[in-house]
């Protein structure tokens, strides 16, 4: 089956300092990835939708300048949160879609990154 | 405005009985729409799915309802099992979006 990865799975970091977050897609080409963020006992919220060469589509309410997210090739989109500070502590996800797969709709998730800003 | 809804926020069932988790959703243009499984601090995985178009989709214990007239799906489990003890969110897809229910979470009690 399709599998998505991300890396690191938990990191903890001072306030002020820049953390990168990769999602792969193991087995598959995304040419669309999904980031997500989860606050406790709530829904995934989406980010942004990062296509393939092209810049992301940020939901809105969401910092761009913050939130950079890379996709620069087929298998690889990075989610890099700047100058992080507390609030910015959270679990993300990232997700994939497999262009090649039946139900295209379908979308294949990372086992997240749990994000700790001091 | 939540377009996807899951107004149980939890389920306690018993081992071996039925589970079924329901949701609700007010945009008739949505064309598919998922089950995702999730447990604690892990991404979630994808159960099943149903089309539009169909109103039943089986994938062994797991059953997905879609009722278009009332905009309402559901997720049956049978049987229920301890593993099946998680936090289970509705999808549905129209236009490149995905739009997450805000998640049941589902007890089975041995």
């Known amino acids: 089956g399709a599998v998505v990865s991300q890396h690191p799975s938990w990191v903890i970091c001072k306030s002020g300092t820049s953390v990168k977050i990769e999602c792969r897609s193991l087995?598959?080409?995304?040419?669309?990835m999904f980031w997500y963020r989860q606050f406790p006992k709530q829904s995934l919220m989406l980010m942004a939708t990062s296509n393939e060469g092209s810049k992301a589509t940020y939901e809105q309410g969401v910092e761009k300048d913050k939130f950079l997210i890379n996709h620069a090739s087929l298998t690889l989109s990075t989610l890099t949160v700047t100058s992080a500070h507390p609030e910015d502590s959270s679990f993300y996800i990232c997700?994939?879609?497999?262009?090649?797969?039946?139900?295209?709709?379908?979308?294949?998730f990372g086992p997240g990154t749990r994000l700790t800003v001091l | 405005d939540q377009q996807v809804k899951q107004n149980s926020p939890s389920l306690s069932v018993q081992e071996g009985r039925i589970s079924i988790l329901n949701c609700d959703y007010t945009?008739?243009?949505?064309?598919?729409f998922l089950w995702y499984k999730k447990y604690p601090a892990e991404g979630p995985t994808f159960l099943i799915s149903i089309s539009s178009i169909k109103d039943k989709n089986e994938d062994g214990r797991f059953t997905v309802f879609l009722n278009k007239s009332a905009k309402h799906l559901s997720l049956h489990i049978v049987p229920s099992q301890p593993g099946d003890s998680a936090v289970y969110f509705c999808?549905?897809?129209?236009?490149?979006?995905?739009?997450f229910g805000t998640g049941t979470s589902l007890t089975v009690i041995p």
């Open positions: 087995d598959f080409q995304a040419t669309t």
């Open positions: 945009n008739s243009m949505f064309d598919y």
């Open positions: 997700s994939a879609r497999d262009q090649q797969a039946p139900s295209y709709n379908e979308q294949f």
């Open positions: 999808a549905a897809y129209s236009g490149n979006q995905f739009y």
